[in-house]
């Protein structure tokens, strides 16, 4: 069973940079052909997929965030990282980490293993 945890601080004020973390456990990130992604859900709104890395380790940004958010991985810890600089309170989300075959998917059964999701408030 493969099991994905964030971590990361709750809260970040504004313009500094938020520093997220997934670790799996129960499977290795670089096995099989998954995407390993980055999904945030702002309050009231649906889920908005912001990036993954592959099992190659190639990444991928959707479009409105590209330079804010680099994704890397350290396989000897079996996490990935996701970094947002310059936030602002319109980052403020549940932050999610998740395992799935496609990207960009803005539905939950795009993807089949989810962390519980971690709370970011944006605020000074």
């Known amino acids: 069973q493969v099991q994905l945890q964030e971590s990361g601080p709750g809260l970040v004020k504004p313009s500094q940079t938020l520093s997220l973390t997934c670790t799996v456990s129960?499977?290795?990130?670089?096995?099989?052909?998954?995407?390993w992604n980055w999904i945030r859900q702002p309050p009231r709104m649906g889920l908005a997929w912001m990036g993954a890395?592959?099992?190659?380790?190639?990444?991928f940004y959707g479009p409105s965030l590209k330079s804010r958010t680099p994704i890397s991985r350290d396989t000897s810890k079996n996490q990935f990282t996701l970094q947002l600089s310059y936030v602002t309170p319109e980052d403020t989300a549940v932050y999610y980490c998740?395992?799935?075959?496609?990207?960009?998917?803005?539905?939950?059964?795009?993807?089949?293993?989810w962390g519980q999701g971690t709370q970011v408030t944006v605020s000074s």
């Open positions: 998740a395992r799935g075959h496609r990207l960009r998917g803005s539905q939950w059964s795009d993807y089949d293993y």
């Open positions: 129960g499977g290795s990130i670089t096995s099989g052909y998954y995407y």
């Open positions: 890395t592959s099992s190659t380790g190639s990444t």
